[in-house]
């Protein structure tokens, strides 16, 4: 009888294992993570105030860098940072209010558009909006 | 003598018939005439029409390259360069009084030449933006030099451009086509036609070998130098400039600027060592290498920085800092890849490591400036990153392992359930 | 009254109460084949839950699917262990099935009065490749993409209705976003109607007839030996599905599930695009075809085949002996061992070299 309780009661303790075994993974999996969606159609690129004006910050945006521009007037413009020649992370230079790449002397203007040197096309345009204390990016509605 | 009338009325016919009769007489007459002096037209260019069948192929030659000259294709003939009167198909229109000239003499090709390319409003007739040839910079080359001394060996126009033949520089078959320039040169510029001058001849040898040599002729890459570039066309003489940078920098800009304001530049002006060329050398140049970043022998710093000194010390720690990323860009990498190789996705941790290389290529540029405390902080920079890289490649493997615990455990876990299923089974059928 | 006894008169338990105890199944020589269709249903029921979770992170758009798959799998705690399952068990799910089918068919399981439960589960078969492929192009990604193209052009050369048949399921006459809109919605709403359905309806009939006994255990006359469901089949049914868990879990730690590259429609196909093994025979069969046999277009020919095999397959309970015995049963038994062998071969062909 003993053994009978004993492998009964092992059987419940192993099924309640395998149950939190289930459990768990299950519970963990449905609480949101830190960052709650894949940052591939909008990122929070800064905080307001974080840049300066004529300052400039490079952001993850989906698997690539994207390039924050503050402009002179206060706005803020959004490229993708990769430079359409051979995909070096570019940056921006306030003395010549362009984008511009280190690798070859590729430049762009604040439009985006290529305007000297190899880069072929020119850099992706991203929509910002500042919304609250965040300046949030998000890729262009095209039609 | 009768003379011959048309009296009206008489034999032909009515009037009017006989007017018409005379009338297509009258045109055909004329038709005959313009044909007769447009096939003489035709004929204009005596010159050709000559030299076309001579026997001497020296003489028979020119007509046939003329045919794909560009001055020919503008509306030149022969006498444009020759004088004498293409209209005379006798002998006679070779007459100097004609004004011939007969083929030049070496010192006359560039006077020639130049009678129209030096011309600013001729040359606009035919070109709205034309290259005005400059005497004044034709007299400060090497070429024109040595030829005012009398030396018959040296270039002329003829030389690079062809003389019969001379196509435009756009033309992939022209001799200065960029493809071609090396060769062009080289055909004077080699260790058997330069015997016995105090030249080097081992420009080409060299310029076939370096990077700009072989994306010129072996990839066919028109943007990268051929040897005018560097040194001019026809003011062609090893770079007489303030200094070599300036040659370079025209297209490697960013290290050429870099390079203007450091006190690298500094130190070489005053020791009279040329920048750029020094440590990159200049018809054989090749493709950097990390490894000429070194303070050891094999690197470009050794040759000059006397081990011990200050500059060296400052050499050792930008080269220290600079292998000390390169080298955990690798690690990074290494461990990323094991991770992958696990089935973990590693992207997070591939984009830091993108970054970190960034930096590094940004540094291998940066370098020009000389200048440590910045060239540190984009190391330093680099290194932060690609620490991050190697932290999710660990933590990439870290949860690896956690997984086959788990998995472990939990597999334990139901064999055991498993087992004490089958006993259960057993126990109620025994009864 | 006990909160049991207040349930037994509100929700009628007495009927079930009646199955659970009376329910008895055969006990014989070929028994073990019995358990492979609750093996089936225990795997779907893996792929109904772990398909769950997965549709709360997944975005079924081509700009979106591919990322939203790759921060399930880095992003979301053990959202790699649920992707692993759900691919892992989709695949032993169809394996599981095919058992099951092959199984039925060799012990002449589909005799009268059970051919609906054939029929039925013809249909839960088909149901299964349709889940199958339908969810195989959901993560996007090169091999999904090219895969489902090829398997598409194939579809398109079904004779007269191929063209229409494969535009309806892409959604135009290439694979594109929209197509994956549609195929998310055919794995994640059709399907699973149409599977409640039927499935419904194939379990009802399996417990309405109750187990099928093979023609020769039959023959033996002997009274026959039965065991109760409850609870003595349904632990060991349970044992199976413990040990399926297991195979589920070292399967998902130890051979997790790559991602691959995002589809790119305008890249050349990856070199070696096979579809998943469950159709790599008929992908075999398609290879091996002549382009044009008696003037008629191979790979249509094919098709074709593959069509008349499934019907012929599908009408067996018609075409068969009645009572499963005498040459013409011995004859289906043998086209049974054919196929199985068949299909067997033709699926390591494909891996092992077949002609390219």
């Not at chain 2, 001497?56 to 560009?70: F, K, Q, S």
């Not at chain 2, 006498?79 to 009167?85: K, P, Q, T, V, W």
């Amino acid at each position: 009888m003993k053994r009978r309780t004993f492998l009964d009661g092992l059987i419940a303790l192993s099924g309640t294992a395998l149950g939190a075994f289930v459990l768990y993974p299950v519970m963990r999996y449905l609480v949101p993570p830190r960052i709650p969606e894949a940052a591939t159609q909008r990122v929070v690129a800064a905080k307001k105030g974080e840049l300066a004006v004529g300052g400039f910050k490079t952001f993850p945006f989906g698997a690539e860098p994207g390039i924050l521009v503050r402009t002179a007037d206060g706005e803020y413009r959004a490229f993708s940072a990769v430079c359409t020649h051979l995909g070096c992370t570019v940056q921006y230079r306030g003395d010549s209010r362009a984008i511009w790449c280190a690798c070859h002397d590729g430049l762009y203007d604040l439009e985006g558009r290529n305007v000297s040197g190899p880069p072929p096309r020119p850099l992706e345009r991203y929509d910002v909006h500042v919304v609250g204390d965040d300046v949030v990016v998000e890729k262009a509605k095209t039609a | 003598m009768t003379a011959a009338r048309v009296v009206p009325g008489r034999a032909g016919g009515a009037p009017g018939a006989r007017a018409g009769r005379a009338l297509r007489a009258l045109a055909a007459a004329m038709l005959a005439l313009a044909l007769a002096v447009s096939v003489a037209g035709a004929a204009k260019d005596s010159c050709v029409e000559c030299h076309r069948g001579l026997d001497e192929p020296r003489l028979r030659a020119p007509v046939a390259g003329y045919a794909h000259d560009i001055h020919s294709e503008r509306g030149f003939s022969c006498a444009a360069c020759h004088g004498g009167d293409p209209a005379d198909p006798e002998v006679t229109a070779m007459d100097p009084d004609k004004g011939f000239k007969g083929a030049p003499s070496r010192d006359q090709v560039a006077p020639l030449c130049a009678s129209c390319h030096a011309n600013a409003a001729f040359m606009k007739r035919y070109n709205p933006r034309p290259y005005i040839f400059s005497l004044a910079e034709w007299q400060t080359s090497v070429h024109c030099k040595r030829e005012s001394l009398g030396d018959q060996k040296v270039a002329t126009c003829t030389n690079c451009h062809g003389v019969h033949g001379i196509r435009t520089p756009r033309d992939p078959a022209s001799p200065i086509y960029p493809t071609n320039v090396p060769r062009t040169c080289a055909k004077c510029h080699n260790p058997e036609y330069m015997k016995g001058r105090p030249v080097r001849t081992d420009q080409f040898a060299l310029f076939s070998k370096s990077v700009h040599g072989v994306a010129l002729l072996e990839k066919g890459d028109v943007s990268a130098p051929a040897c005018n570039d560097c040194h001019g066309n026809h003011g062609a003489a090893p770079p007489g400039l303030k200094d070599v940078t300036l040659v370079c920098g025209t297209c490697h800009g960013r290290e050429a600027e870099l390079f203007e304001g450091s006190r690298m530049k500094a130190g070489m002006d005053a020791q009279g060592r040329r920048g750029c060329v020094t440590c990159h050398g200049n018809h054989g140049v090749l493709r950097p290498t990390d490894d000429m970043l070194s303070a050891e022998r094999g690197g470009v710093c050794v040759g000059c920085h006397v081990p011990g000194s200050a500059a060296e010390n400052g050499t050792r720690e930008i080269v220290m800092s600079f292998r000390g990323l390169a080298g955990s860009v690798t690690a990074a990498d290494s461990l990323l890849r094991v991770a992958e190789i696990r089935g973990m996705e590693t992207a997070p941790g591939r984009e830091s490591m993108k970054e970190a290389q960034d930096r590094l290529v940004g540094v291998r540029a940066g370098l020009h400036s000389f200048d440590a405390k910045k060239i540190g902080a984009a190391l330093d920079e680099g290194a932060s990153l690609a620490r991050r890289a190697a932290d999710y490649g660990r933590s990439a493997l870290l949860d690896w392992r956690n997984r086959r615990v788990g998995m472990a455990l939990s597999v334990g876990v139901i064999l055991l359930l498993m087992g004490l299923v089958i006993a259960r089974i057993r126990r109620i059928e025994k009864a | 009254m006990s909160a049991r006894e207040w349930l037994r008169t509100r929700l009628g338990l007495d009927a079930l109460q009646h199955v659970v105890e009376e329910k008895r199944v055969p006990v014989h020589r070929h028994s073990l084949w019995y358990y492979w269709g609750g093996m089936t249903l225990f795997l779907f029921g893996v792929q109904v839950a772990t398909g769950i979770l997965l549709v709360l992170y997944y975005r079924p758009s081509a700009g979106e699917a591919y990322e939203s798959v790759r921060f399930l799998m880095t992003q979301v705690s053990f959202g790699w262990l649920v992707r692993s399952i759900h691919s892992w068990s989709a695949n032993l799910m169809v394996a599981a099935a095919m058992v099951h089918m092959f199984s039925a068919f060799m012990l002449k399981a589909y005799r009268q009065p059970r051919e609906v439960t054939w029929l039925t589960g013809m249909a839960l078969f088909a149901l299964c490749l349709a889940f199958g492929f339908s969810g195989y192009l959901l993560p996007w990604n090169q091999l999904a993409f090219f895969a489902t193209k090829v398997g598409t052009d194939i579809m398109a050369d079904v004779p007269l209705v191929g063209g229409f048949l494969a535009r309806l399921l892409r959604g135009g006459d290439q694979i594109t976003g929209g197509t994956l809109t549609r195929f998310f919605g055919f794995h994640v709403a059709v399907l699973p109607a149409l599977m409640t359905a039927v499935l419904g309806t194939h379990l009802f009939l399996v417990q309405w007839h109750g187990m099928s006994v093979p023609p020769g255990v039959e023959q033996e006359g002997r009274p026959a030996k039965t065991m109760k469901f409850v609870p003595n089949f349904l632990l060991r049914d349970i044992v199976g599905w413990l040990a399926a868990l297991a195979a589920l879990a070292l399967l998902a730690a130890l051979f997790p599930w790559e991602l691959g590259l995002k589809a790119d429609p305008y890249a050349p196909a990856p070199a070696g695009i096979k579809p998943e093994w469950y159709f790599a025979w008929m992908f075999q069969t398609l290879r091996i075809l002549p382009s044009r046999v008696l003037g008629l277009e191979g790979e249509m020919l094919g098709i074709v085949g593959f069509g008349l095999a499934a019907v012929v397959w599908a009408a067996v309970p018609f075409l068969d002996a009645p009572d499963g015995r005498g040459t013409r049963a011995r004859l289906w038994s043998l086209v049974g061992m054919l196929a199985i062998a068949y299909v067997i071969l033709f699926t390591v062909l494909v891996y092992v070299g077949g002609r390219a």
